[in-house]
């Protein structure tokens, strides 16, 4: 039997926005102030929350953790997307890509959690308002804080040690800007159905916890 071509792939190649290249300029430019922008306006937050006093309650705690979430979140994705504007090359390694999903997929479960936390403290301010300084302390504020980070990188480190053991020994163009889970499994040459009911189970439960959580605080 002829054994198929299983040299694994160590480069990708970032297609981005092939269908817009005579506006890159334009696109960099309407970007790069966006992310700068956006940057800017949540350190801006964050710092207001961390010196005003009277922003030292729990709903802007969890804002300051959102927001600094929303930093990172957004850092992951849009420098590589800038740098692929302008240089030639426009490839990433397979350690690098696996990085940058690893780290976007942590940020959004992490959010997913973070959102349903503060759902529940704003539950707790309704329907407990004379129990809610007993209930949301800073200790408490802090182990739901911890939980959102905990589950959203574990959940996340559970998805890219399946999708890293597959095979990528065909195509190595990405048709995306950045490293997503769907356009790196359609690369995969050999079986994915179990990294991707992994993916499945696992987006099922970080949206379907958090989203109850939220629904019944509400």
């Known amino acids: 039997m002829e054994k198929k071509n299983s040299t694994q792939t160590n480069m990708f190649l970032l297609l981005g926005f092939p269908g817009l290249v005579d506006f890159k300029v334009l696109l960099f430019t309407v970007l790069l102030l966006t992310y700068v922008v ?6 801006l937050i964050i710092s207001l929350i961390k010196a ?3 922003l ?3 709903m802007y705690f969890f ?3 959102l927001c600094f979430i929303e930093v990172w979140y957004i850092s992951v994705t849009v420098p590589k997307l800038l740098a692929n504007f302008i240089a030639e090359d426009r490839s990433i390694s397979f350690a690098g890509c696996m990085t ?8 959004i479960c992490t959010e997913c959690v973070l959102l349903s936390a503060m759902a529940y403290d704003r539950y707790v301010a309704i329907c407990q308002p004379l129990r809610y300084l007993l209930i949301m302390t800073y200790q408490m504020c802090v182990c739901l804080i911890a939980l959102s980070w905990f589950t959203g ?4 480190l559970i998805k890219i040690s399946f999708i890293s053991q597959l095979e990528f020994c065909g195509s190595h163009v990405i048709n995306h800007f950045f490293c997503d889970i769907s356009p790196v499994l359609n ?15 696992l987006a099922l439960f970080i949206l379907l916890v958090p989203l109850s959580i939220t629904v019944v605080s509400y």
Do not use: I
């Not at 956006?38 to 350190?43: A, M, Q, R, S």
């Not at 940058?100 to 940020?107: A, G, T």
């Open 100 to 107: 940058q999903l690893f780290f976007f997929s942590s940020f």
């Open 52 to 54: 005003n006093r009277e």
């Open 63 to 65: 804002l300051g953790q």
């Open 38 to 43: 956006t940057v800017v306006e949540n350190v």
């Open 153 to 156: 990188f574990t959940v996340s």
């Open 187 to 201: 690369l995969a040459c050999t079986d994915m159905s179990v990294a991707e009911m992994v993916d499945f189970v």
């Open 56 to 58: 030292c309650k729990p």
